[in-house]
């Protein structure tokens, strides 16, 4: 049986990113990733999370924004642990696509990296759609400290939840996520 990496959670205070910061920061990944990589060919969003962002980002990259369905906790509930069960729509995404077979770069994003876990799964899933040749990145909004395994780019590193603005908000108090002001890059 193998680990699943766990998110971790202070209980410090629940973030909350705004639409501004949500602005912000994918300005900040569009700058970071064709900095490194100034052909990006497709974009990935992984929804639910990720849509938002691929949309802003493909539409900077000047590409046509794709979607795959990934789903790693049963509800959306507060402070919900890694369970390394990912689902993944993949069938969906291969009828999008009819027989093609994507090339060049591909940016995957999502909102967060909690675990690793789904970044893990859509990298070993979306292969039979992959021509042999092409470049796979990754770029999240946020990157718990949990995670095992990360994406190539992120924005904010986080030890707590996160709401993001397409998310029903808490009912609890939330602290606006800073203005972010730099991406790492973990490649």
């Known amino acids: 049986m193998t680990r699943t990496a766990q998110r971790v959670f202070e209980h410090q205070r629940i ?7 949500l602005s912000d920061a994918c300005l900040l990944l569009f700058a970071a990733i064709t900095r490194d990589h100034p052909k990006v060919n497709h974009v990935i969003g992984v929804a ?24 790693h906790n ?7 642990q890694a369970t390394g069960k990912v689902t993944v729509d993949i069938d969906a995404f291969h009828r999008a696509l009819g027989r093609r077979k994507l090339d060049g770069t591909i940016l995957v ?18 292969t039979p759609v992959l021509a042999p040749d ?3 990145i990754t770029a999240t909004l946020c990157l718990n400290t ?13 030890s ?16 606006d996520m ?3 002001d730099r991406v790492t890059s973990h490649a």
């Open 134 to 136: 092409v470049r796979v």
């Open 48 to 71: 639910n999370g990720g849509v938002a962002p691929a949309r802003i980002l493909a539409g900077r990259l000047g590409v046509k924004p794709r979607t795959v369905q990934a789903r």
């Open 146 to 158: 949990g995670a095992e395994t990360g994406p190539d780019y992120s924005v904010w590193t986080v």
């Open 15 to 21: 973030w909350r990113v705004t639409p501004d910061a």
């Open 160 to 175: 707590d939840w996160v709401s993001f603005p397409w998310e029903k908000r808490p009912e609890q108090p939330t602290t």
């Open 74 to 80: 049963a509800d959306d509930g507060l402070y919900r």
């Open 109 to 126: 994003v999502d909102d967060i990296c909690g675990s690793g876990a789904t970044l893990h799964k859509l990298r070993n899933v979306l």
């Open 178 to 180: 800073p203005s972010p």
